[in-house]
């Protein structure tokens, strides 16, 4: 009967049978010798709302979709052990929320987003340093948030080697986002979005910390860019095709400074000090912070040149506002020191020797790097 799912509710049985009713066809009581109608509607009427209720609690039960990440063939192999953190629909979706709320901070304001713009590459653009809540100033221009997934430590100085992790320091940092990580969790338990996001997106359905940072992740992980002419380029793609002057700069790059930007990630991942003169106000030590080894003075990591040309300025402390600048450094603004790498000074020579015809073929061939599509996709741009 189509009241089958409802034989606990005895007494509509009961009713039912007392009733004596004749069933159509299709299996719906009969008017028919009914005694008592108005209680058959207020039953019907009953009925039909469960019915109704059941269909509606079905249709609330969403079932989590894996997100299609696939590495560029270009590309060398994830860092990131992403069996343990697989990308979903509701996974990305709720990163990308905590990426952009400003409830993160302790003033309420002050985002991820709000220091890592999408199209300046999210980055700060034309700040020379990162601004945290009460218009706090940092020591350090905001890094790139790009193919986060290849790298093996991250900041400038590798202060954190798990991508899990590194958003807790942007997060707690007193002139960052200076946000308490209880505080973060008791709002998210509060707010409706985020319990229905967090059952959706976690087997556990937990708000906690580790849930959050795993979001943070796996939005991360999926802000990836590889379809820039260069990346064409090394594809054999259409659309990848270098003009004479992209490719005398391509050649002069692999000559000149593939030691260092390597693969076509654009970076080694390795700690190096370029020659910069220290600022005195800062006195930025870069990776001795972390290591507290005395070869690591004035080293920082090696930073991607992908979109090069949207994240100005340059530098960890945005010291260079161009292109055009940078290269007129390491053609003839090194300065010589202790950790100084070997690269830079050859014989004595400091630097690297370029002509200004040399310059303008690599920033060239560095424009060929500009992703427009990542700049662009419209999966993670602020609401």
Known sequence: MWFSKLEKELPLVAFFQQEKLHFS?????LLSGLKNVKMYKLIVLFLFLTLLSSCSDQEDVYVNKPLDFQVPANFPDLAYNIALNPPTE????????LFYDGRLSSDGLISCGFCHIQENAFTHHEHTFSHGVGDNIGTRNTPSIQNLGYQTAFMYDGATTHLDLQPIIPLTSAIEMNGNLTKIVAMMKADKTYQKLFQQAFTDGAINTENMLKALSQFMLMVTSSNSKFDKYRRNETGGTFTSEELSGYTLFNTKCAS???TDLMT???????????????????????TQLATDYYKFKVPSLRNVEKTTPYMHDGRFGTLESVLDHYASGVVNGATLDPILNQNGNLGIPLSEIQKIQLIAFLKTLTD????TDKRFSDY
Do not use: M, T, W
């Open 372 to 375: 427009n599509q990542y700049l």
């Open 25 to 29: 066809a299709a299996g719906f009581p």
């Open 90 to 97: 509701k996974g990305f979706e709720l990163g990308k929320k």
């Open 260 to 262: 260092c930007h390597a």
């Open 268 to 290: 080694d991942n390795s700690y190096r000090n370029n020659g910069l003169a220290v600022n005195p106000q800062i006195n930025d030590v870069g990776r001795f912070r972390v």
